[in-house]
């Protein structure tokens, strides 16, 4: 289905939606778990959680390694709604838009909402460069291990196998409390 979601009105009550936490500045892990918060506390019901993966910066690669997670939710916003309350909470989190692909305390990235398709010039759903990265496809598998792009029918799992983008991701060790 492809279509404009711009007003504030849900598209069709409640809609699952994935959607991808990063944070490669200050305590990273307490960022995301904020943000995932901030939008449970504005109504998304979060079904599932990945773990926390270290990733290798994709663009501007002088700069901290992040920190991603992937998160499934049950949502009755609007994918426009969905971005606002997103670029809320990261900028509650002291997101600052100083690089393009740079340093950023919270970075908030819908991924999936439903089989919605909408290209708007600040929201593109399915996420653009989702099928190229690594960092937002490894932590999508793990709580969605059979999800495929309802585009073309192709699996996410075939998809990151073809993927030679050369950057790493590993499941996180790490503590930053």
């Known amino acids: ?60 690669e002088d700069q901290p390694w992040f920190l991603n997670l992937a998160a499934r939710g049950n949502v009755s916003l609007s994918p426009r709604a969905l971005l606002a309350l997103c670029k809320t909470t990261e900028e509650a989190a002291g997101r600052q838009d100083a690089i393009r692909f740079g340093p950023r305390t919270l970075d908030i990235d819908i991924l999936l909402y439903g089989q919605l398709e909408v290209e708007e010039p600040d929201l593109v759903i399915p996420h653009a460069r989702l099928c190229e990265r690594r960092f937002a496809l490894v932590p ?38």
């Not at 279509?3 to 305590?27: H, I, K, M, W």
């Not at 892990?29 to 939008?39: D, H």
């Not at 192709?154 to 590993?170: C, S, T, W, Y």
Request: with cysteine; proline share 4%; glycine share 10%.
């Open 1 to 60: 289905m492809r279509g404009s979601c711009s007003d504030e009105a849900p598209c069709a009550g409640r809609v699952e939606a994935y959607l991808l936490f990063g944070s490669n500045l200050g305590d990273r892990r307490r960022s995301i778990e904020r943000g995932l918060s901030a939008l449970e506390q504005h109504g998304v019901e979060w079904t599932a959680r990945s773990s926390f993966y270290e990733t290798e910066p994709v663009g501007v």
């Open 140 to 177: 999508l598998l793990e709580i969605a291990p059979d999800l495929a792009d309802f585009r073309d029918g192709r699996p996410f799992a075939v998809i990151l196998r073809g993927l030679d983008e050369g950057k790493k991701v590993a499941k996180s060790t790490t503590r930053e409390f």
